[in-house]
């Protein structure tokens, strides 16, 4: 079975740090670009950051800059959203998505959909709460 599995999630306190993850099974990330995503209640999805294939290219949202990196670890098979300096407005569900890069596409991009991703997972919770 072909699926993205996110985990890490969790209460925090503002200022403090989580770790989501990432994993596939199923199928090599390789040769996908892994974008993250939140929705928090009453709101729309939002794409948080993304990196391309071959780790090369990351982009973030102005809202998380400085403060959350994207990475992967393809000996894992697993990327990685290292969020410090939380804040109370960062509390979401987070979801991970994966698309098949392609030569018109060699790089991920920020203003694609978790939809229009070729896998995505069923969300991890991220509660940043005194």
């Known amino acids: 079975q072909l699926q993205l599995v996110e985990s890490g999630g969790g209460l925090v306190q503002p200022g403090g740090s989580l770790r989501l993850s990432c994993a596939a099974s199923?199928?090599?990330?390789?040769?996908?670009?892994i974008g993250w995503f939140r929705q928090a209640p009453g709101t729309e999805r939002e794409g948080v950051s993304c990196i391309s294939q071959n780790a090369d290219n990351a982009s973030y949202a102005d809202s998380v800059k400085g403060r959350f990196t994207i990475s992967r670890d393809k000996a894992k098979n697993t990327a990685y959203l290292q969020m410090n300096n939380l804040k109370p407005e960062d509390t979401a569900v987070y979801y991970c998505?994966?698309?098949?890069?392609?030569?018109?596409?060699?790089?991920?991009?920020?203003?694609?959909?978790?939809?229009?991703?070729?896998?995505w997972g069923g969300g991890t919770q991220v509660t940043v709460s005194s």
């Open positions: 199923g199928f090599r990330l390789d040769y996908y670009h």
């Open positions: 998505g994966a698309e098949h890069m392609s030569v018109v596409q060699p790089m991920c991009v920020m203003t694609k959909t978790l939809y229009e991703y070729d896998y």
